[in-house]
């Protein structure tokens, strides 16, 4: 009986140790950092396809799934310092902040953090390619705040790197309904 009992106060610590560690290298600091990059052409004027990347006007080509919630301003309106959260499945992210918006310079940016897990950075340039072209250039930059986040960081910059040919094919179906007259 006493052996039996040594043996589960032994495993009983061995599972508390194990435990322990791992809670601790989930919380410990993260070291994965993913920078990932596409560019597209958008079969569209500059002025026609700049607004196209404010997070309220990419409704109009971005799918049902985005749909974002803004908290400032209201109505609603692209401009730098605007603040939403956008829903993913039955989670809401943390606030999403516009740091740049800026037509002259083509210049839109985003960042938001998932507490706990990872910090996101999303930097595009929108160029005139010619008259009727505009080259868009995306870069997003990933970073885990724990160990927890490294794997996410990794798997959603993989997905981020595919990225290019589904934003391309969406901006430029939009582009040709409205241009055809079909919006």
Excluded: C
């Excluded at 032994?10 to 989930?26: D, S, Y």
């Excluded at 401009?79 to 829903?87: L, N, P, R, S």
């Excluded at 740049?100 to 999303?122: E, W």
């Excluded at 993989?158 to 241009?179: C, F, H, I, M, P």
């Amino acid at each position: 009986m006493r052996s039996v009992l040594i043996v589960i106060v032994v495993a009983l610590a061995i599972g508390i140790a194990l435990l322990a560690f791992h809670l601790h290298q989930r919380n410990a600091p993260g070291s994965a950092r993913e920078r990932s990059q596409f560019e597209f052409v958008a079969h569209g004027p500059y002025a026609q396809v700049f607004p196209l990347f404010g997070a309220e006007k990419e409704r109009v080509w971005a799918g049902k799934e985005w749909d974002p919630r803004f908290v400032f301003p209201k109505p609603a309106k692209d401009v730098e310092g605007a603040v939403f959260t956008v829903k993913h499945g039955h989670a809401t992210t943390a606030p999403w902040v516009n740091t740049a918006f800026d037509v002259k310079s083509g210049h839109v940016q985003y960042v938001y953090v998932i507490p706990d897990t990872m910090t996101t950075l999303i930097d595009i340039h929108i160029a005139p390619q010619d008259a009727e072209n505009t080259k868009i250039d995306v870069m997003y930059e990933r970073t885990a705040l724990t160990a927890g986040g490294d794997e996410r960081v990794r798997r959603m910059a993989e997905n981020d790197r595919r990225s290019g040919a589904e934003w391309a094919e969406q901006v430029n179906r939009y582009l040709k309904t409205v241009s055809s007259g079909k919006p």
